[in-house]
Protein backbone atom coordinates (compact mmCIF):
# COMPACT_ATOMS: atom_id res chain seq x y z
CA UNK A 1 0.00 0.00 0.00
CA UNK A 2 1.43 3.51 -0.53
CA UNK A 3 0.00 6.98 -0.15
CA UNK A 4 -0.58 8.94 -3.53
CA UNK A 5 0.11 12.67 -4.40
CA UNK A 6 -2.94 14.20 -5.27
CA UNK A 7 -3.02 16.57 -8.33
CA UNK A 8 -3.63 20.28 -7.21
CA UNK A 9 -5.69 22.89 -9.49
CA UNK A 10 -4.85 24.49 -11.78
CA UNK A 11 -2.94 21.67 -12.93
CA UNK A 12 -3.93 20.75 -16.59
CA UNK A 13 -3.40 17.13 -15.76
CA UNK A 14 -7.05 17.16 -14.37
CA UNK A 15 -8.70 17.58 -17.81
CA UNK A 16 -7.34 14.68 -19.42
CA UNK A 17 -9.53 12.18 -21.01
CA UNK A 18 -9.46 8.95 -18.47
CA UNK A 19 -9.79 5.61 -20.60
CA UNK A 20 -11.53 2.98 -20.31
CA UNK A 21 -9.80 0.18 -18.09
CA UNK A 22 -8.75 -2.57 -20.03
CA UNK A 23 -8.94 -5.37 -17.32
CA UNK A 24 -9.39 -5.62 -13.46
CA UNK A 25 -5.53 -7.53 -12.88
CA UNK A 26 -3.16 -6.86 -10.31
CA UNK A 27 -2.09 -3.87 -11.87
CA UNK A 28 -5.74 -2.26 -11.22
CA UNK A 29 -6.36 -3.96 -7.81
CA UNK A 30 -2.88 -2.36 -6.22
CA UNK A 31 -4.40 0.91 -7.64
CA UNK A 32 -7.50 0.48 -5.85
CA UNK A 33 -5.86 -0.36 -2.57
CA UNK A 34 -3.47 2.76 -2.93
CA UNK A 35 -6.27 5.30 -3.95
CA UNK A 36 -8.67 3.97 -0.36
CA UNK A 37 -6.19 4.51 1.33
CA UNK A 38 -5.01 7.79 -0.46
CA UNK A 39 -8.89 9.16 0.09
CA UNK A 40 -9.03 7.87 3.89
CA UNK A 41 -5.68 9.75 4.64
CA UNK A 42 -6.77 12.83 2.95
CA UNK A 43 -11.03 12.80 4.66
CA UNK A 44 -12.19 12.54 1.44
CA UNK A 45 -15.54 10.68 0.55
CA UNK A 46 -14.51 10.26 -3.18
CA UNK A 47 -11.21 10.03 -5.25
CA UNK A 48 -10.88 9.65 -8.76
CA UNK A 49 -7.96 7.97 -10.54
CA UNK A 50 -7.50 11.44 -12.53
CA UNK A 51 -6.53 12.92 -9.35
CA UNK A 52 -3.65 10.96 -8.85
CA UNK A 53 -2.57 10.93 -12.40
CA UNK A 54 -4.09 7.65 -13.69
CA UNK A 55 -5.88 8.70 -16.61
CA UNK A 56 -8.33 5.30 -16.50
CA UNK A 57 -12.39 4.79 -15.58
CA UNK A 58 -11.73 4.41 -11.60
CA UNK A 59 -12.95 5.92 -8.84
CA UNK A 60 -13.49 4.99 -5.21
CA UNK A 61 -15.96 6.80 -3.51
CA UNK A 62 -17.18 6.20 0.73
CA UNK A 63 -19.53 8.39 1.95
CA UNK A 64 -20.34 6.47 5.75
CA UNK A 65 -19.86 8.29 9.15
CA UNK A 66 -18.02 5.36 9.94
CA UNK A 67 -15.32 5.02 6.92
CA UNK A 68 -15.94 1.57 6.55
CA UNK A 69 -18.30 1.39 3.43
CA UNK A 70 -15.47 1.69 -0.11
CA UNK A 71 -17.24 1.78 -3.23
CA UNK A 72 -15.12 0.92 -6.18
CA UNK A 73 -16.42 1.63 -9.36
CA UNK A 74 -14.35 0.82 -12.95
CA UNK A 75 -15.62 2.09 -16.33
CA UNK A 76 -18.85 3.81 -14.65
CA UNK A 77 -21.38 4.41 -17.02
CA UNK A 78 -24.64 6.94 -15.72
CA UNK A 79 -27.65 5.09 -16.88
CA UNK A 80 -30.34 7.41 -15.73
CA UNK A 81 -30.04 10.82 -13.83
CA UNK A 82 -32.92 12.20 -12.47
CA UNK A 83 -34.39 15.45 -14.00
CA UNK A 84 -34.87 16.97 -10.34
CA UNK A 85 -31.60 18.78 -9.78
CA UNK A 86 -30.22 20.68 -6.53
CA UNK A 87 -27.19 22.90 -5.67
CA UNK A 88 -25.14 21.21 -3.37
CA UNK A 89 -21.96 22.71 -1.59
CA UNK A 90 -18.78 20.89 -2.80
CA UNK A 91 -14.87 20.34 -2.41
CA UNK A 92 -12.57 19.07 -4.03
CA UNK A 93 -9.23 17.58 -3.30
CA UNK A 94 -7.81 19.03 -6.03
CA UNK A 95 -9.27 22.01 -4.85
CA UNK A 96 -8.30 22.25 -1.17
CA UNK A 97 -10.22 24.82 0.90
CA UNK A 98 -12.87 25.75 -1.81
CA UNK A 99 -16.37 25.06 -1.35
CA UNK A 100 -18.71 26.10 -3.36
CA UNK A 101 -22.45 25.27 -4.96
CA UNK A 102 -22.43 22.73 -8.01
CA UNK A 103 -26.21 21.98 -9.39
CA UNK A 104 -26.79 18.56 -10.07
CA UNK A 105 -29.26 15.40 -10.07
CA UNK A 106 -30.74 13.96 -6.88
CA UNK A 107 -30.58 10.80 -7.76
CA UNK A 108 -28.68 8.62 -10.47
CA UNK A 109 -28.47 5.29 -11.51
CA UNK A 110 -24.91 4.24 -12.51
CA UNK A 111 -23.65 1.07 -14.04
CA UNK A 112 -19.86 -0.18 -13.49
CA UNK A 113 -17.71 -2.51 -12.65
CA UNK A 114 -16.57 -3.40 -8.71
CA UNK A 115 -13.44 -4.37 -7.35
CA UNK A 116 -13.62 -8.02 -8.43
CA UNK A 117 -14.38 -6.73 -12.14
CA UNK A 118 -18.30 -7.83 -11.65
CA UNK A 119 -20.74 -5.98 -13.06
CA UNK A 120 -23.31 -3.74 -10.61
CA UNK A 121 -25.68 -1.19 -10.80
CA UNK A 122 -26.32 1.00 -8.35
CA UNK A 123 -29.28 3.55 -7.68
CA UNK A 124 -27.64 7.05 -5.69
CA UNK A 125 -29.17 9.70 -3.88
CA UNK A 126 -27.94 12.08 -1.69
CA UNK A 127 -24.20 12.81 -1.07
CA UNK A 128 -23.71 9.36 -2.78
CA UNK A 129 -25.36 10.79 -5.63
CA UNK A 130 -23.28 14.14 -5.54
CA UNK A 131 -20.22 12.30 -5.23
CA UNK A 132 -20.74 10.20 -8.08
CA UNK A 133 -21.15 13.01 -10.50
CA UNK A 134 -18.38 14.84 -9.25
CA UNK A 135 -15.86 12.17 -9.38
CA UNK A 136 -17.42 11.04 -12.82
CA UNK A 137 -16.63 14.39 -14.25
CA UNK A 138 -13.00 13.83 -13.37
CA UNK A 139 -12.90 10.97 -15.09
CA UNK A 140 -13.99 14.11 -17.84
CA UNK A 141 -11.36 15.89 -17.06
CA UNK A 142 -13.49 18.58 -15.48
CA UNK A 143 -13.20 19.98 -12.07
CA UNK A 144 -15.98 21.28 -9.98
CA UNK A 145 -14.90 24.89 -10.29
CA UNK A 146 -15.79 24.80 -14.01
CA UNK A 147 -19.13 25.23 -12.89
CA UNK A 148 -18.70 28.22 -11.32
CA UNK A 149 -18.43 32.37 -13.33
CA UNK A 150 -15.21 32.67 -14.83
CA UNK A 151 -14.61 35.80 -12.04
CA UNK A 152 -14.67 33.08 -9.24
CA UNK A 153 -12.93 30.28 -11.31
CA UNK A 154 -10.36 32.70 -11.62
CA UNK A 155 -10.33 34.08 -8.11
CA UNK A 156 -9.94 30.01 -7.10
CA UNK A 157 -7.04 29.94 -9.68
CA UNK A 158 -4.76 32.74 -8.82
CA UNK A 159 -5.52 31.73 -4.77
CA UNK A 160 -4.06 28.11 -5.18
CA UNK A 161 -1.17 29.14 -7.18
CA UNK A 162 -0.42 32.33 -4.59
CA UNK A 163 -0.57 29.29 -1.18
CA UNK A 164 1.16 27.27 -3.65
CA UNK A 165 3.53 29.21 -4.17
CA UNK A 166 3.90 30.31 -0.13
CA UNK A 167 4.27 26.97 0.43
CA UNK A 168 7.04 26.75 -1.37
CA UNK A 169 5.57 23.97 -3.97
CA UNK A 170 7.08 23.58 -7.65
CA UNK A 171 4.34 23.56 -10.64
CA UNK A 172 5.24 20.02 -10.95
CA UNK A 173 3.92 17.68 -7.35
O1 LIG B 1 -14.02 14.85 -0.20
C1 LIG B 1 -14.80 15.34 -1.02
N1 LIG B 1 -15.93 15.93 -0.59
C2 LIG B 1 -16.96 16.32 -1.42
C3 LIG B 1 -17.95 17.12 -0.87
C4 LIG B 1 -19.01 17.53 -1.64
C5 LIG B 1 -19.10 17.14 -2.96
C6 LIG B 1 -18.10 16.35 -3.52
C7 LIG B 1 -17.05 15.94 -2.75
S1 LIG B 1 -15.84 14.91 -3.43
C8 LIG B 1 -14.46 15.32 -2.46
C9 LIG B 1 -13.28 14.41 -2.78
C10 LIG B 1 -12.83 14.66 -4.19
O2 LIG B 1 -12.22 15.63 -4.55
N2 LIG B 1 -13.19 13.78 -5.08
O3 LIG B 1 -12.88 13.96 -6.36
NI1 LIG C 1 -12.74 16.10 -6.62
Not at 11 to 27: E, I, Q
Not at 80 to 86: D, F, G, N
Not at 126 to 142: F, P, R, S
Not at 153 to 161: F, H
Amino acid sequence: MALLSILQYPDPKLHTLARPVAAVDARIRSLIQDMLETMYDANGIGLAATQVNVHERLVVIDVSEERNEPLVLINPDIVWASEERVVNDEGCLSVPGIYDGVERSTQVKVSALDGEGVVRTIEAEGLLAVCIQHEMDHLKGKVFVEYLSPLKRNRIKSKMLKTRRALGKSDEA
